[in-house]
């Protein structure tokens, strides 16, 4: 190869990595909560959408929007396929680490029960289906 290749190489090698980590951090993933369908609602979703704003919305959104203060939950990389039940499960109990935003790190939702956190699931992942993330 010659020179020139190499250096064409690498410079869509870096044009490549910036355009994936902006696709992804930045923070614009936020909609508007009133262009977001919402599941037919059961009495189970009905409570899961309660905890959801009383523990959720402040910083996620109403509906998952996503705020300044963190992302929809209708983006891709909340697909079940990427992050799992078990992540939306840890993630209000133990904290998490900033690694897909620049929101910085999510710490532990006080109070939040396990129970509580099985029906904020149940109504994220019938919102994210109702929107047609999976």
Same mark, same amino acid.
């Given at each position: 190869?010659?020179?020139?290749?190499?250096?064409?190489?690498?410079?869509?090698?870096?044009?490549?990595?910036?355009?994936?980590?902006? +696709?992804? +951090?930045?923070?614009? !993933?936020?909609?508007?909560?009133?262009?977001?369908?919402?599941?037919?609602?059961? %009495? !189970?979703?009905?409570?899961?959408?309660?905890?959801?704003?009383?523990?959720?919305?402040?910083?996620?959104?109403?509906?998952?929007?996503?705020?300044?203060?963190?992302?929809?939950?209708?983006?891709? /990389?909340?697909? %079940?396929?990427?992050?799992?039940?078990?992540?939306?499960?840890?993630?209000?109990?133990?904290?998490?680490?900033?690694?897909?935003? $620049?929101?910085?790190?999510? %710490?532990?939702?006080?109070?939040?029960?396990? +129970?509580?956190? !099985?029906?904020?699931?149940?109504? /994220? $992942?019938? /919102?994210?289906?109702?929107?047609?993330?999976?």
């Amino acid at each position: 190869m010659a020179m020139t290749d190499h250096r064409l190489i690498a410079a869509l090698t870096v044009f490549l990595a910036i355009a994936a980590a902006t +696709s992804v +951090s930045g923070a614009a !993933e936020r909609l508007d909560p009133q262009s977001i369908k919402l599941p037919q609602m059961t %009495p !189970e979703l009905n409570v899961g959408k309660l905890n959801y704003d009383a523990k959720c919305a402040a910083c996620h959104g109403l509906n998952t929007a996503g705020t300044d203060q963190g992302p929809t939950f209708l983006h891709r /990389v909340y697909h %079940p396929g990427h992050h799992g039940d078990r992540a939306f499960y840890l993630a209000p109990k133990n904290g998490a680490r900033a690694h897909h935003w $620049r929101f910085g790190d999510m %710490p532990p939702v006080a109070g939040i029960t396990d +129970s509580q956190i !099985e029906k904020i699931i149940g109504y /994220v $992942r019938a /919102v994210q289906a109702a929107n047609g993330l999976f």
